[in-house]
C-alpha cells in the first residue's frame, strides 16, 4: 500500500487513541525533506503524517510560480510514489488554511481529489486543516461544517482549530492570550455542531498555551489539563464515543512530560515544524564551515566541487531530519505502532 487510505488512516487514529501514543506530522516542503520523514518513519515502524504549509506549498513550486496548489500536489505525488517502497503508511495532511486562503489552496486542492476519484484514482491529501480560529466560534463553525460535508462525501478527514496557537508561523500572527486556551464550552459546541455531519470524521486543534516556534523555557504555559476537561465535558454531555481525536500544534521546546500528559488526555496528531527545520540545518552549517574554503571560491582558488555540489550537504541535512523524526516518535511513544502488514 503506498499513501494509507481513508478506511487505513481511520485505523491509524482508532489504533493511537487505543494505545494512547500520536502521530508526528512534520511538515515539509522538497523532495528530501519528505524522504527525511519516510526514513525517520521507517526506522521507527511508524506510521506517520506528512503535511505541507501554504508558505510551504508556494515554496516547492518554485520562485516563479509561487503556486500553492501545484506545489502541494508535487509533493504529494511524489509521496505516493515513494512511500510504495517503505513498510509503513503514512498519511498526507495539509496545515493551517485560513477563511481568506480556501479558495486559493485547500478548495483547488479537494477539487483535484474529486477529480481523481471521478477517474478511479486514490486521494491526493487524505486531510486537509481548516484554521477558522481567527473567526468568532460561530463563524467558524458554520465554514467548518459546509466543508467537512464536502470532505465526507471524499473520503477526507477535515481538522478544525478552536482557540488561537501563539507566536508566529508562515508569517501568521497568534490572536489574544484569552483564546490560547480552549474553554469547555467551546468544546461542547464543536462536538455538537461536526458531529451532525453524520459518517464523517475529523481532528480538533484545541488549544492549551500553545505557541508556534520555539521559546525559552518558561515563555511558554502549556496546561494539558485543558484537554483532560474538554474531553471530560464532552463524554458527560454525548458519550465516550465522542470523545475528540486532538491535535497537538506549536509543540517545539515543550517538556516530555507536557507532551505524553496532552498524549494521554487524546492527543493523536503532533504538528512539529520548528524542530525539524532546525535539525535539517545544523549540519548543514558544519558543513560550511568545515569546508569553507571548498564550498567558497577564495581569492581566485576554484573551490571543491565535491562540497558545493548541494548533494553533498542536502543529504546531511535529510538524515538529521530523519534522526529527529525518530526522536519524535519516541517521545510520542509511537515506536513499532505500525499498522502496515497487520491485514485491513
Ligand atoms: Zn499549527
Same mark, same amino acid.
Given at each position: 500500500?503506498p499513501?494509507a487510505d481513508?478506511?487505513?488512516?481511520?485505523?491509524?487514529?482508532?489504533?493511537?487513541?487505543?494505545?494512547?501514543f500520536a502521530?508526528p506530522?512534520?511538515? =515539509?516542503?522538497?523532495?528530501?525533506t519528505?524522504?527525511? =520523514?519516510?526514513?525517520g518513519?521507517a526506522?521507527?515502524?511508524s506510521?506517520?503524517?506528512?503535511?505541507?504549509s501554504t508558505?510551504?506549498?508556494a515554496?516547492?513550486s518554485?520562485l516563479s510560480l509561487?503556486?500553492?496548489?501545484?506545489?502541494?500536489?508535487?509533493?504529494?505525488?511524489?509521496?505516493?510514489r515513494v512511500a510504495?517502497?517503505?513498510?509503513?503508511?503514512v498519511?498526507?495532511?495539509t496545515?493551517?488554511?485560513?477563511?481568506k486562503?480556501?479558495?486559493?489552496?485547500v478548495?483547488?486542492?479537494?477539487e483535484?481529489t474529486?477529480?481523481?476519484?471521478?477517474a478511479?484514482?486514490p486521494?491526493?491529501?487524505?486531510s486537509?486543516?481548516?484554521?477558522?480560529?481567527?473567526?468568532?466560534?460561530k463563524?467558524?463553525l458554520?465554514?467548518? =461544517?459546509?466543508?467537512l460535508?464536502r470532505?465526507q462525501?471524499?473520503?477526507?478527514?477535515?481538522e478544525v482549530?478552536?482557540?488561537?496557537?501563539?507566536?508566529v508561523?508562515d508569517?501568521?500572527?497568534?490572536?489574544?492570550?484569552e483564546?490560547?486556551y480552549?474553554?469547555?464550552?467551546d468544546?461542547?459546541?464543536?462536538?455538537r455542531?461536526l458531529s451532525a455531519v453524520?459518517?464523517?470524521?475529523y481532528l480538533?486543534?484545541?488549544?492549551f498555551?500553545?505557541?508556534?516556534?520555539?521559546?525559552?523555557p518558561?515563555?511558554?504555559?502549556?496546561?494539558p489539563?485543558i484537554?483532560?476537561?474538554?474531553?471530560?465535558?464532552?463524554e458527560k454531555a454525548?458519550?465516550k464515543?465522542?470523545r475528540?481525536a486532538?491535535?497537538?500544534h506549536?509543540?517545539?521546546?515543550?517538556?516530555l512530560e507536557?507532551i505524553?500528559?496532552?498524549v494521554d488526555y487524546g492527543?493523536?496528531k503532533?504538528?512539529?515544524?520548528?524542530?525539524?527545520q532546525y535539525?535539517?540545518?545544523?549540519?548543514?552549517?558544519?558543513?560550511?564551515?568545515?569546508?569553507y574554503?571548498?564550498?567558497?571560491?577564495?581569492?581566485g582558488?576554484v573551490?571543491?566541487k565535491?562540497?558545493?555540489?548541494?548533494?553533498?550537504y542536502m543529504?546531511?541535512g535529510e538524515a538529521?531530519?530523519a534522526?529527529r =523524526?525518530?526522536q519524535a516518535?519516541?517521545d510520542?511513544r509511537?515506536?513499532?505502532t505500525?499498522?502496515?502488514?497487520?491485514?485491513?
Amino acid at each position: 500500500m503506498p499513501v494509507a487510505d481513508y478506511k487505513t488512516y481511520c485505523r491509524m487514529i482508532d489504533h493511537a487513541i487505543e494505545k494512547k501514543f500520536a502521530y508526528p506530522a512534520i511538515n =515539509v516542503t522538497s523532495l528530501t525533506t519528505a524522504n527525511g =520523514v519516510l526514513k525517520g518513519l521507517a526506522d521507527s515502524r511508524s506510521d506517520g503524517i506528512i503535511q505541507v504549509s501554504t508558505g510551504g506549498a508556494a515554496f516547492a513550486s518554485g520562485l516563479s510560480l509561487k503556486d500553492m496548489p501545484i506545489g502541494a500536489i508535487s509533493i504529494a505525488e511524489h509521496v505516493h510514489r515513494v512511500a510504495e517502497r517503505y513498510p509503513i503508511y503514512v498519511a498526507l495532511h495539509t496545515d493551517h488554511c485560513q477563511a481568506k486562503m480556501l479558495n486559493s489552496y485547500v478548495i483547488p486542492l479537494i477539487e483535484e481529489t474529486e477529480r481523481r476519484r471521478a477517474a478511479g484514482k486514490p486521494n491526493l491529501f487524505n486531510s486537509h486543516m481548516f484554521d477558522g480560529s481567527d473567526l468568532s466560534l460561530k463563524e467558524n463553525l458554520d465554514i467548518a =461544517v459546509k466543508l467537512l460535508e464536502r470532505c465526507q462525501k471524499n473520503e477526507i478527514i477535515l481538522e478544525v482549530e478552536v482557540g488561537v496557537v501563539g507566536g508566529v508561523e508562515d508569517g501568521v500572527k497568534g490572536g489574544g492570550a484569552e483564546k490560547l486556551y480552549t474553554t469547555p464550552e467551546d468544546m461542547l459546541e464543536v462536538s455538537r455542531r461536526l458531529s451532525a455531519v453524520k459518517g464523517a470524521r475529523y481532528l480538533l486543534a484545541a488549544t492549551f498555551g500553545n505557541v508556534h516556534g520555539v521559546y525559552k523555557p518558561g515563555h511558554v504555559k502549556l496546561k494539558p489539563s485543558i484537554l483532560k476537561e474538554g474531553q471530560t465535558a464532552v463524554e458527560k454531555a454525548f458519550g465516550k464515543s465522542a470523545r475528540f481525536a486532538l491535535v497537538f500544534h506549536g509543540g517545539s521546546g515543550s517538556a516530555l512530560e507536557e507532551i505524553r500528559e496532552a498524549v494521554d488526555y487524546g492527543v493523536v496528531k503532533m504538528n512539529i515544524d520548528t524542530d525539524t527545520q532546525y535539525a535539517f540545518t545544523r549540519p548543514i552549517v558544519d558543513h560550511m564551515m568545515k569546508n569553507y574554503s571548498g564550498v567558497l571560491k577564495i581569492e581566485g582558488d576554484v573551490g571543491d566541487k565535491e562540497k558545493y555540489d548541494p548533494r553533498s550537504y542536502m543529504k546531511l541535512g535529510e538524515a538529521s531530519l530523519a534522526e529527529r =523524526v525518530k526522536q519524535a516518535v519516541t517521545d510520542l511513544r509511537g515506536v513499532g505502532t505500525t499498522l502496515f502488514g497487520s491485514g485491513s
